[in-house]
């Protein structure tokens, strides 16, 4: 079964408003990390957050992890028309050998 | 530029036919992988190779065999296509490491008629 499922399947806002996407996950990871998919297009990594940290900025993006309660959640501030996409979470199991369990992402439409 | 490349861009074929995709980057990676992503966005790993040797394998019907020749490219070649072959299949390429990100070609589309 999947390791990550993303919440909400699809979320759509006005241009200018935040979003957050909530992810959540079944075993022990070493890391989780949020990619975007723009239609068509391959994905693009947007960050990465380790066990240990809480919390992770980088740029309009905030990435919160709560490992007690297997959950991560994305925050993009000030959506622009540009951040139409889907978002998937993906995470490292501790196994060592960089597989990648990706959620099955939320699809953000941006109102301009 | 292109960071890594995969040809075709689109791939339309009969059941039962054999083809393969093209996979390369120039990133100077270590590690390779193949996911398909079926109707549902659904992204699954299938491959991973690392240094030209096989290090992740799904499970994944051996009608599929990668294939790399140098640590720059990995090929998929499908045998037997099967109407249920049809996704997008992703290729990436990425440094050695949990905590490396993964760089994404833009897919390869196939349509199994």
Known sequence: SQQGEEDPQALSIQEGENATMNCSYKTSINNLQWYRQNSGRGLVHLILIRSNEREKHSGRLRVTLDTSKKSSSLLITASRAADTASYFCATDLNFGNEKLTFGTGTRLTIIP | DTAVSQTPKY???????????????????????????????????????????LIINETVPNRFSPKSPDKAHLNLHINSLELGDSAVYFCASSWTGSRQPQHFGDGTRLSIL
Not at chain 2, 14 to 26: A, F, H, P, V, Y
Not at chain 2, 38 to 50: A, C, G, H, Q, T
């Open chain 2, 11 to 53: 791939l339309v074929t009969q059941m039962g036919n054999d083809k393969s995709i093209k996979c390369e980057q120039n990133l100077g990676h270590d590690t390779m992988y193949w996911y398909k992503q079926d109707s549902k966005k659904f992204l699954k790993i299938m491959f991973s190779y690392n240094n030209k040797e």
